[in-house]
């Protein structure tokens, strides 16, 4: 699992024109190449009546699975520039469809990649991107006595809380780093005097917006 990468905030579109021409940005996150290539068939089929519904992909920790489609558009003026934006922002698991309804004034081969390749881009900054960090859950139980310091420090620390949990004891869920667990223990150990139990938990993505 990367530690950190980035990609698009949700599903959504947006829509420029250029010569008369509209061009609908439709985005989305996508783990697999089906995911990808569902989310371009419904595309296709809410646009049906489009004259192009153009797309790309880009999947994988490494892009190993990377597409793009002209949908009738002369080859490589619509897809290969789409899929050029994607990865110039570096962006992973994202699929982009543009809908072309044509209207009526040639754009050329380059007005096309420009086109095409401007309408990912503003789409883009329209929905967001964001970036996620892989984090540890780190359970941390404690007296009740020491939760009021406990919750205080951490709260004021670089560290999350995600939860507390009022149990027998008091069970506080932190998000850690991965690359910042050991620190963080010897910080709780530090902080309670060694009066914690420390257990890891599992690992998760938070997402913090960037666009």
Do not use: W
Request: aromatic letters at 6%; hydrophobic letters at 40%.
């Amino acid at each position: 699992m990367l530690s950190n990468y980035l990609t698009v905030k949700e599903t959504g579109e947006h829509e420029i024109v250029i010569e008369r021409s509209r061009f609908i940005a439709h985005i989305a996150r996508a783990a697999t190449e089906e995911e990808a290539n569902e989310f371009i068939q419904s595309i296709k089929k809410r646009h049906h009546s489009a004259n192009h519904n153009c797309s790309a992909y880009l999947i994988g920790e490494h892009d190993q699975i990377q597409k793009a489609n002209d949908d009738g558009e002369p080859s490589g003026t619509a897809g290969v520039p789409m899929l050029e934006v994607l990865k110039k922002r570096r962006l992973k698991d994202v699929v982009v469809v543009v809908t072309r309804y044509f209207g009526g004034i040639k754009l050329g081969a380059g007005g096309l990649i420009r086109a095409y390749g401007k309408s990912v881009s503003e789409g883009l900054n329209a929905i967001g991107v964001v970036e996620r960090k892989l984090m540890q859950m780190v359970h941390i139980k404690i007296d009740y006595t020491l939760l009021g310091k406990v919750e205080n420090e951490l709260r004021s620390s670089p560290y999350l809380i995600k939860e507390i949990n009022y149990l027998e004891q008091v069970e506080i869920v932190t998000y850690v780093a991965a690359e910042n667990i050991q620190i963080f223990k010897e910080y709780v150990i530090n902080l309670t005097n060694a009066n914690a139990t420390i257990e890891d938990g599992s690992l998760e993505y938070l997402e913090e917006k960037i666009l």
